[in-house]
Structure formats: C-alpha cells, structure tokens
C-alpha cells in the first residue's frame, strides 16, 4: 500500500470508483454490485483495489463469510456519497435553471402503496415526457435504510419516522378497514366493537409494517391485546387468505379496488374504522430536492387524490 496523499488521490480515483465502492457496500459483495452496475465481477473488484491502494489503507475486510468496511472504508463511502448526491443536486440546479423538468426521478415505495404509484407516475411522465421514472417497492425496514442512505428523491410512506429529520408532505388520504369474505357472519352487523373482533381469526401482516403498526396502537389504546391468527408478508397473500375464508384483515382502501367492485371481499362496519391515516412523500431534511423531484411532490400534493377518485 502507498501512503495517503490528497494530491495522488484527486488524480488517481474517478467517480466510477465511488459509485462501485456505494454499491458493493450497499449490496455487501462484489458479485451483487456487478450485476446491479452491469459490470463484471473481476472488473469491479479492480476498480475497488485500485481506490484502496490511491487511500492507502483496505477498505473492506472479510468477517466470517460476510464483506465489512474497515474504518477508512466507511469513511471513504461516506466521502462517496457526499460526492456522488453533490453531483445530483449540481444536474438538479443545471436543469432549473433551464425550467426543463426532466432527468431520473427515484422513488421508493412501502409495498402497500404499489397499489396507486404507478397510476400517479404514469400520469406525471404523460405530462413531462423527459422524466425517467425509477420506481423501487420493499418493506417498511428497507425504506428506512434507503432513506438514511439518501438513496431516493422521495420515500412514500404511511408513517413518518420520528427517529430521522426529514421532511413530510402529507399528500393522500389513507383510509384502513377491516375486511373479510363475502358472507361472513360479522358482514350485515352494524357497529361491530374492537372487542367483537377478538373472537375472529386475524390476518395480519408481520411486525413493523405501517398497518401492523397502526393496528398495534389502536388496540393497545383500548387495553385490548390482538392476537394473530397467521402473519403474512404481503398484501396479495392476505387478499387471497381473507377470500379463502381463512379470517379477517385490516388493509388499506386503495389495496381493494378491484376486490370491492367483484364482491370477492366485504367491509365490516366496525367502530372506529375507516382508520383515518395519510400517504406522506418524505425526504431528508438535510437533502434539497431536484426540480423534477419537487415537481412531482407538488404534483402529487396538490393532483394526486383528484386523479386517484377520477
């Protein structure tokens, strides 16, 4: 290894260099970065190697059979990222500056709401032809890690992370109720108390989701404990459970569209409900937004439920 010099790193490392050093650390190995770059294998170990020996220092170690940054890795990659995200808002001004919204939009989505997203993109890139829409769906736990790692221009979301500094633009009424199949004995009751429900068996998803979550507050508010009758990792199984009349579930109104309109499913008229939440758009406090980023916030701020209700 040759010793650090700030002169022989600005003239050996190259932004290649930082964006392979993100993703294999983001990916935690060289083989899923090379793919997800589209690159090989050999090529980016090279590059990762060659940044290494401009630091002078190993910046991945090897830990059991997992791939970790060495302190000067994770300094490295938090230089990188600075440097990288500086680049983007650098193209974000040079484009407002022009007026032209255009250029990559990234959002990232909690699985509940892949259910309207694409309709509200798919108008927005009608209206702005120039826009390239990246369109990402994971898990509440996987939202919040992109969101600390700045991966996105927008996060959407269901519950706005108190333990982070962002920004949160409410932009969408999100209403849960509680559903079950066609005929169920509860369907024609009116009133139904949280109480009631107990006696059903519930189908719910698994801890830390925004619904899971909201669920947990409500009944733990009326001193009640809501037990589950089977956990499941997505809305689609539930759908399905609840149709094989495997029990009850709460879910959001905007995951039901085409189960409400054939009848495959029913909503109880339940105390309480529909549960009033909202759709937030959120972004790092610390991160200012590109014009077609914020374009598409106010967009959906201001168009997104008249065209969802159109």
């Keep these: 290894m040759t010793g650090f010099s700030t002169d022989s790193l600005a003239r050996t490392t190259t932004l290649r260099q930082l964006q392979i050093l993100v993703a294999v650390a983001r990916f935690g190995g060289y083989t899923r970065a090379a793919e997800a770059l589209h690159l090989t294998q050999p090529t980016v170990s090279m590059q990762v190697k060659k940044l290494s020996e401009s630091i002078g220092l190993p910046l991945f170690e090897v830990s059991g059979k997992q791939l970790q940054l060495t302190p000067a890795g994770r300094k490295t990659l938090d230089a990188s990222q600075d440097i990288l995200n500086r680049l983007e808002l650098l193209g974000g001004e040079i484009s407002s500056l022009t007026g032209e919204v255009k250029g990559e939009l990234r959002i990232a989505v909690v699985t509940t709401a892949k259910y309207f997203m694409p309709h509200l993109l798919g108008v927005f890139v009608h209206r702005y032809p120039d826009v390239e829409p ?135 008229d339940v105390k309480g409900f529909p549960l009033r939440r909202h759709w937030f758009a959120v972004h790092a406090s610390s991160r200012k937004l590109s014009l077609v980023a914020q374009t598409f916030l106010d967009f959906i701020r201001d168009e997104g439920s008249a065209i969802l209700h159109d």
Excluded: C, W
């Design 134 to 268: 990246r369109l990402f769906v994971t898990n509440r736990e996987k939202i919040l890690e992109r969101l600390e790692e700045a991966q996105d221009d927008l996060l959407i979301m269901g519950k706005v992370p108190e333990e982070l500094e962002v920004d949160a633009t409410p932009f969408l009424d999100n209403d849960l109720v509680v559903i079950a199949p066609p005929g169920h004995r509860l369907a024609k009751k009116r009133a139904i108390s949280l109480k009631q429900l107990l006696n059903e068996r519930f189908l719910l998803r698994e801890p830390g989701s925004g619904t899971r979550l909201a669920m947990d507050k409500l009944f733990k508010e009326e001193h009640l404990v809501l037990e589950p009758y089977m956990e499941l990792g997505s809305i689609e199984a539930i759908k399905q459970a609840v149709m094989a009349g495997l029990g009850i579930s709460v879910m959001s109104e905007h995951n039901l569209r085409l189960e409400l309109d054939s009848g495959k499913i029913s909503v109880l």
